[in-house]
């Protein structure tokens, strides 16, 4: 029989109607669908990690469909930290920020081999056999277009087989291996495949609505396939947010210690790995217009202006400015760039030098009368 496919649909935070018609309608179509289970938790982001959502998630032991109003790189690590695992699904909606062409796929491929041959956390770790897919909400408007894949993912899934054979172990005698292969066949109850009593019950009798009532949380979210375990972010941080485990791997230990609406760490981690899933600007909520190792600078997508311009501030410039005013915040001392930022500093400084002995240059060709 067909493993069945779990489908979760996380609430928005908001009461928006137009939201709310979307959940209702991929609820209620899925429930009538065989071989699939539906579930409703609140908005991910929010769940305390022993609070019934978190709970129900973690009893989910197949395929999960995750559906959410989130970027679909924001909701996996979310599950991923609190120990809901599984291999990326691969799935053809295309996530706010993702471009139809494939030539950014076959560029990223192409990117520095220096770059793709660091070691991340995630090469360390071992993952279930199970699929996560997880579907961002907010790409489209009608609910027909997830229900239509999350009905391509099911029908993906029943066509798994597995070898009658590979089950078998040691020499068995001929007589068992007839009937072993007529139960494979009928099944035990002696009815042909989609006739047995299992098979009669595999529609859902209803979905498993989790009730709880989160406060609004703000955290960060590591992404572990990004990680290089550099350790910046727990030099960065002086709330006790970061921590590490018996590995001495980097991981979120106090995430409520954070303070509320600062992306301070996520703007001096070097490999773009941490994730607010709630800010406005989507590479630090976790889209996925930086595939991987860019040769670009990232305070340009933080925000800051171009290079050169009046007042132009570095990622790491805005992320101390930021930390200082949730130092100030609580009555303690603004440290500036002082703290947790060596080796961002001497980068800066070295580049500092190479365009100001640029600038000289360029100003000296000008003087020149030709």
Known sequence: MPARLNVVVSQSRSQNPKKRAIEERIVGELLGSAGIDVAVVPHLYDLSADGPGMLSLSGISGDLVFCSWLFPRAARWTLDRNGIRGQEGTTLLKSLGEDDEEEEEDSAESEDSEAEEKPRVIDQRELPARKIYCLDLRAHDSADDY?????????????????????????????????????????????????????????????????????????????????TNCLECIDFCLFGVYGMDGQET?????????????????????????????????????????????????????????????????????????????????????????????????????????????????????????
């Open 147 to 227: 229900l239509e894949e999350i009905r391509r993912i099911a029908g993906e899934a029943s066509t798994q087989t597995v070898e009658l054979m590979g089950w078998i172990k040691g020499d068995p005698k001929p007589e068992q291996l007839a009937r072993y292969l007529a139960n494979g066949d009928e099944g035990e109850s002696g009815k042909a495949n989609g006739e047995s009593k299992s098979s009669e019950a595999a529609v859902s009798a209803g979905p498993i609505v989790v009730e709880e009532d989160p406060a609004r949380r703000w955290y960060p979210v590591i992404d572990f396939s990004r990680c």
């Open 250 to 370: 980097i991981l979120v230990e106090q995430p409520d210690n954070c303070r509320k609406g600062c992306p301070a760490c996520s703007r001096v981690c070097p490999e773009n790995a941490i994730i607010f899933p709630e800010h406005k600007t989507p590479t630090i909520a976790g889209s996925p217009e930086i595939g991987g190792p860019m040769k670009i600078d990232l305070s340009q997508l933080f925000g800051a202006p171009d290079p050169g311009a009046p007042g132009a501030e570095k990622a790491h410039e805005v992320a101390a400015r930021e930390r200082d005013e949730q130092l100030m915040a609580v009555g303690r001392d603004a440290v500036g760039m002082a703290v947790g930022l060596p080796k961002r500093q001497a980068a800066t400084t070295t580049q500092s030098q190479t365009v100001d002995e640029l600038d000289l240059l360029i100003d000296s060709l000008d003087e020149i009368d030709l």
